[in-house]
């Protein structure tokens, strides 16, 4: 808790049109009514860049585009908790549009943004709230609302041919603004219209007006429509904006996969996976969930968090409030917001994390680069790292496959065999903590499912547990002992039956073929593969944690013919030499 209520300043671009201003006042509005701080408000540009100093904290609504005058390193000569407001990220580089290290922590207006180090704080959307009631009209047209500024891979055109091929009368309202940083906006406006109009039918009418609306009017107007989609396509930093009035109006919304809507997907199944008429029936129910969980109420909630963790940034000595010059750097141009990118920042998404892990033969602990691959959530992938889908890649389509879990776990979450279940699969699934193992019980009523560990040989052994994180069982008692250390978390233990593989196999396995083996023993992954019978049980394909005994698995499976396709640092994918090479080749093939 902070000790006594505090002060700050938020500080906003002159107002443009264009929705960096706007993003930034609709933040300030979730915020300016809380109990726990004041908050003063400021607009500034290059001419008018004097703002008092002596606050406990500043929120900077920076961007590099209206606000690229600014030299932000000056801003750590303001006293308190210097934070940045982050409207647009790549999924590689949280700070591609806010440089790193000029501000204490950066408020990312991204629900989706992972925590990737201790500045970055994720936010979901800043909402704004209808209060007044808008009657929808009485009308057996149905309207189709979408909006932006007239900028190229918008999708209007695809919008108005989605609507043709699925109605035979409706209107389509299209509300291009002219914005300030928007260049050639009437050209563009032109060109968006004629596009339009080549897709439009007979029977579908579309209406077009360049109106830039404020937030409360710009709610008034999604309200007045059926439904409000877009179908964007663009490929940039960051999610779009356009969304949030859509979802403060309450109507029903549509979205295309674009990775620019991501943070709607989890709520609304996008376009063309479903139609626009299926998105009438059922996505309300979806807006209105938004609505909840970014409601400018959980907006102050994880900001007054922010203040409470850096709480010790703030001064307690008084100080003058007197005028603080924000340093010029001269204008910006559009070209230099990617001068200090790189090549990573452009390669298909892929966030880079350091993953601490744990060697047995080491006293220390060793430091390695995950890669954490994107997955867009259309692909359903269940797998800590989305591995799912190159054990799917490399099986290809079977109906009724079997598979083998050690280390199983849960039977939803990180799971590398749910979306093999659901596709009718079924299988072994091998789980020695017993909360792990009741809940395969009850989920997955096909597999054969067992309260053992797997060693060398057959008899009673320690399981180590960590409270409150079933994940990092293990058998290995100094690998528990690092983990419990490390992590702060309680370490129990209790005696445990265990079998080789092999017998396992012998009483259990039900099919000719193995399809796939998932393994994650904690530290002990190498005794469970040398306790299989490799001449009489040889899965297609083999998954294993690699991070502890990374040489000595590779060179174990490599002797028994196995060959390793997939390394990301914390699991390994190898394939039987002799029975899935073949399918490999014509995978390749197909992707060349």
């Known amino acids: 808790m902070l000790m006594s209520k505090v002060s700050g300043l938020f500080v906003n671009t002159k107002k443009p049109k264009c929705s960096i201003h706007e993003s930034g006042l609709m933040s300030y509005r979730c915020l300016k009514n809380s109990t726990k701080f004041d908050l003063s408000y400021v607009e500034v540009d290059d001419a008018d860049n004097v703002i008092p100093n002596g606050y406990d904290f500043y929120v900077f609504n920076y961007h590099p585009i209206p606000m690229g005058w600014l030299d932000t390193k000056c801003i750590k000569s303001l006293s308190g908790i210097k934070m940045c407001l982050v409207l647009e990220v790549l999924p590689n580089n949280p700070y591609v549009m806010s440089p790193r290290g000029d501000f204490d922590c950066y408020l990312v207006l991204d629900p989706t943004m992972n925590k990737v180090d201790n500045s970055i704080y994720p936010f979901p959307r800043p ?5 007044e009631a808008v009657k929808q009209k009485l009308t057996r047209l149905p309207i189709i609302g979408s909006f932006g500024f007239a900028t190229r891979s918008k999708g209007f055109e695809l ?46 009418k579309i209406e077009f007006s360049n109106n830039f609306y404020d937030k409360k009017e710009l709610i008034r107007w999604c309200s007045q429509n059926t439904i409000n989609c877009f179908f964007y396509y663009r490929s940039m930093a960051g999610l779009s904006a356009v969304t949030d009035q859509a979802i403060s109006s309450g109507r029903p919304m549509l979205t295309a996969s674009s990775q620019t809507f991501r943070h709607v997907h989890p709520y609304i199944r996008p376009y063309p996976f479903q139609s626009i008429k299926s998105a009438i029936a059922n996505s309300q129910k979806g807006v209105l969930k938004m609505q909840h969980d970014w409601h400018p109420s959980n ?4 900001f007054e968090q922010v203040l409470v963790e850096n709480k010790h940034l703030i001064s307690t000595s008084a100080m003058s409030k ?23 920042d452009f390669v298909p998404p892929i966030l880079r994390k350091a993953r601490k892990y744990f060697d047995p033969h080491k006293s220390e602990q060793t430091t390695l680069p995950t890669l954490t691959p994107f997955c867009h959530t259309l692909f359903n992938s269940h797998s800590q790292f989305n591995e799912d889908l190159i054990l799917s890649l490399l099986v290809g389509e079977i109906k009724n496959g079997f598979y083998v879990d050690i280390g199983a776990n849960h039977p939803t979450f990180n799971s590398n065999t749910k979306k093999f279940y659901d596709k009718g699969w079924c299988g072994i699934n091998i789980e020695p903590t017993k909360d792990g193992y009741n809940k395969l019980l009850t989920s997955r009523t096909r597999d054969t499912n067992l309260n053992i560990a797997v060693a060398n040989k057959s008899g009673v052994m320690t ?18 002992v690092l983990m419990s250390k490390h992590l702060g978390l309680s370490m129990t233990s209790r005696e445990i039956s265990v079998r080789p593989l092999s017998s396992v ?7 000719n073929v193995i399809h796939f083996m998932s393994i994650d023993a904690e530290g002990v992954d190498l005794e469970v593969l040398q306790s299989n019978n490799w001449e009489k049980y040889r899965p297609e394909v083999i998954m294993v944690e690699g991070n502890n005994q990374y040489n000595e698995i590779v060179e174990y499976l490599d002797k028994n013919s196995y060959l390793l396709v997939y390394n990301n640092y914390y699991n390994c994918i190898f394939i039987n030499k002799y029975a899935t090479l073949k399918k490999l080749k014509e995978l390749l093939q197909g992707w060349k």
Not at 127 to 131: A, K, S, V
Not at 329 to 336: F, H, L, N, P, R
């Open 299 to 302: 907006f102050l909630k994880t």
């Open 463 to 480: 399981l180590y547990e960590l409270d409150g994180d079933t994940t990092l069982s293990t058998l290995n008692p100094h690998n528990a």
């Open 127 to 131: 909402l704004e709230i209808q209060t």
């Open 322 to 344: 007197k005028g603080f010059t924000l340093r010029v750097k001269g204008k910006s141009k559009v070209a230099d917001v990617f001068h200090a990118l790189t090549l990573s």
């Open 505 to 511: 196999m012998d009483e259990h396995c039900t099919s």
């Open 159 to 204: 919008l108005v041919e989605a609507v043709s091929k699925e109605f035979k009368r409706a209107l389509i309202r299209i509300n291009l603004p002219f914005g300030d940083y928007v260049p050639e906006n009437k050209e563009m406006f032109e060109k968006i219209k004629r596009d339009c109009l080549e897709k439009c039918k007979k029977g579908i």
